[in-house]
């Protein structure tokens, strides 16, 4: 009976690791030539498979653009499967939104298609910094899952805008000053006026910040006036409702800042004001505790110096 309940239990297991993942990832499109795969809402750490962010692709007359490539070879390779079943096109582009794990260690999945890599002029610089750090940590969470998982530097830099052409339809690449990093990218795809926004961008999720959250609420308003009939963000839903959701990622921000700064100029101790930072914006976010606290560690000791 142990004997039967331990095989089931690893058929169970078996069939829920990455390794056994279904090949192709499953996409949807969410305009013509417009596939979209939604990562799901976890944490980096114990659970974590490397499904995190939202990642798809644009598929043109000529060719195929790859926008983010996930968080692991496995799940760049299964966003790959999901191409070929579609389209025997070249994939001609492959453009990081920013340097985060969970979107960029798809990219190696890709190398043998020999596209052009696009990232924001910083995104090489902030590779640099973190390939070590990301390489070790991503054997430790994903262990024999990680396999084949690399840093590939972009080949292209876009400093203020590029367009590329996937024939019949091109893409337009916008580089931003910092917010959620000091390298987002956007993309607009002007024929089906669908706007990737990467993590600029958070539906669901708790935003977190690994830039600056003066830069990054400055940037709200030239978001919102971006035309868009469908945005993907960077985790969480696709939406028709783009501004309404940058005003409550907004509201977000905002709140967190002026929490903090209340704290502080009330001589609050460091651990009180990062327990009470944005407490009555947790009902509204997924992950709240984790990404909340280490924002308001991040932004204290900033604060405090102003
Ligand atoms: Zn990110």
Redesign the pocket.
Known sequence: MRALMCSMLCLLWASLAPAAWALPLPVAEIAPGVFVHQGVHEEFGEHYHGDIANIGFVIGHSAVAVIDTGGSYAVGSALREAIRQRTDLPIRYVINT?V?S??IFGNAAFESDHPEFFGHHQLPRAMQLRAETYTTNIVTMLGDAAKGSRIVLPTQLVHAQTRIDLGGRQLLLRAWPIA??DHDLTVEDEASATLWLG?LLFVERTP?I?GDIHGWLKLISPLSALPARQTVP?HGPVTADKNALLEKQRHYLQTLLDDLRSSIKKGEPMSAAIDAAAQSEKRQWALFDNVNRRNATLLYPVLEWE
């Open positions: 920013h985060h969970d979107h959620h990093t993590d977190s690994d960077g």
